[in-house]
């Protein structure tokens, strides 16, 4: 068997509401995946095909996520390294390296190697995405049941119009971000 690596990537970084994601995925070569690509290129219907394409033929995954007290409290670049840590550790088999999408990389027990754009140049680190992404939106859209007048199963909880014009009428809820400038300010209108 050639050397394993993982690829590693998070969703939902930016958003104003819900956890930070991140997957970890060892793919098997003798096991190719058709279209792997950074997931904010892929449609949605075209994200979860691969998911599940993903889940089967890969070697090994994990899925891990930060609260949005975690991110409260040690801001959202350390949540997310908190993230990704988790699920690399969150692997059933240990890798010899993981490739990171980004310019930094989570402290690991296993040498890592941060890669700009990786997510569209690594498919360990595009699987990664894909899972991430469908893991996140999923969880935004177990949210939106609960909380159907925030709209988060269309924005997934990221800044826009629709989400702003919910905010300004009921609120900041339990899972919007309070340390991100946009909830902080409106409670502090509020207070």
Known sequence: MSRLVCGVDEAGRGPLAGPVYAAAVILDPSRPIDGLDDSKKLSE??????????????????????????????????????????????????????????????????????????????PAISAASILAKTARDAEMRRIHEAFPQYALDRHKGYDTAAHRAALAIHGPAPFHRRSFAPIRILLENRS
Request: glycine share 6%; aromatic share 4%; charged share 30%.
């Open 45 to 122: 219907k075209k994200r979860e095909r691969l998911e599940i394409e993903i889940r089967e033929k890969a070697f090994a995954f994990s899925v891990a996520f930060a609260t949005v007290e975690e991110i409260d409290e040690i801001n959202i670049l350390q949540a997310t390294m908190l993230a990704m840590r988790r699920a690399v550790e969150g692997l059933s088999i240990t890798p010899a390296e993981a490739l990171i999408d980004g310019n930094r990389c989570p402290p690991l027990a296993i040498p890592a190697r941060a890669i700009i754009g990786g997510d569209a140049l690594e």
